[in-house]
């Protein structure tokens, strides 16, 4: 069977690419299957720093396989694996950048925003780019599942335009409305998925995770039980081994040990 998802690793980079262009890069059984395969490698590896998710042909993610949904029962659904692969995404202790050259509907929506940064390029002069629509709403079923992740990502009345109506909108559009980073020229999409990876990997690896659960986190109801707990925290890494490397090489003028070399 070809594979379908592919992952290289490369000085602290690990890169994981879709690779089913001829259903438009579909959630299909073998790539969820495939795809989490891949994460759990690429975030269990101690020489991967950043993870950026990918994708050949003209789109990045059309959402679901239909083809397998149809006459499914609901306990039988693919969807069932959908929040296992948007919750490694979102949990992971490592940033993931997702890099989009063409469009993501639906799930594939749901893939960008559970990453931590997204790029994604304009139409160039051939008219091609990347797009977006939650399209679940023109076929009958709902962003359920997506939105867990895309709602809190985006300008509340956007989400409930684009949800609702289903309608297409550009790259530009989605940087705006919080769904994306930035929107470059098609010819700048590498260079700043390039900038990015190059930005994080200057983070300690800890300090890297810290800061993502602390992101995620529920804040306390009471400001004061929050600063407590915060205080808490930024102390443990003030104290780590981590935070004393970082601050050693800071006054010794050198980068710290957990920069890639090269």
């Known amino acids: 069977m070809t594979e379908l998802v592919h992952l290289e690793v490369d000085s602290g980079r690990a890169t994981i690419t879709l690779d089913s262009p001829t259903n438009r890069n579909a959630l299909s059984a073998q790539l969820r299957r ?3 395969a ?3 490698a690429a975030l269990s590896d101690d020489a991967v720093r950043v993870v950026v998710l990918t994708h050949t042909g003209t789109v990045f993610c059309s959402g679901m396989d239909l083809r397998e949904s149809r006459g499914a029962g609901a306990g039988d659904q693919g969807v069932q694996e ?8 979102w949990h992971s202790a490592k940033p993931v950048i997702a890099r989009l050259a063409g469009p993501a509907r639906a799930g594939g929506v749901g893939l960008v925003a559970a990453c931590d940064i997204a790029v994604a390029a304009r139409a160039g002069a051939g008219g091609k780019g990347a797009t977006f629509a939650f399209s679940e709403v023109r076929i009958g079923v709902v962003p ?10 985006l300008l ?8 609702l109506t289903g309608e297409t909108f550009d790259a530009d559009r989605a940087a705006a409305i919080g769904l994306v980073n930035r929107a470059v020229d098609p010819d700048a999409l590498d260079a700043e998925v390039d900038r990015y990876t190059d930005m994080l990997a200057r983070g300690g690896p800890a300090a ?7 992101l995620r986190r529920r804040p306390a109801d009471d400001m004061a039980a929050d600063f407590e707990a915060m205080l808490s925290l930024s102390a443990q890494y003030f104290a780590s081994d981590e935070g004393q490397e970082g601050m050693a090489a800071f006054a010794e003028k050198r980068s710290p040990r957990w920069i890639p070399e090269g």
Request: charged share 20%; hydrophobic share 55%; glycine share 2%.
């Open 82 to 89: 959908v929040p296992a692969i948007l919750q490694t995404l």
């Open 38 to 40: 891949h994460l759990d």
């Open 156 to 163: 509340p009345r956007a989400a409930e335009e684009l949800m």
């Open 208 to 214: 890297l995770a810290g800061t993502k659960a602390m």
């Open 34 to 36: 495939e795809l989490r």
């Open 144 to 153: 359920a599942v997506i939105s867990v992740p895309v709602v809190p990502r």
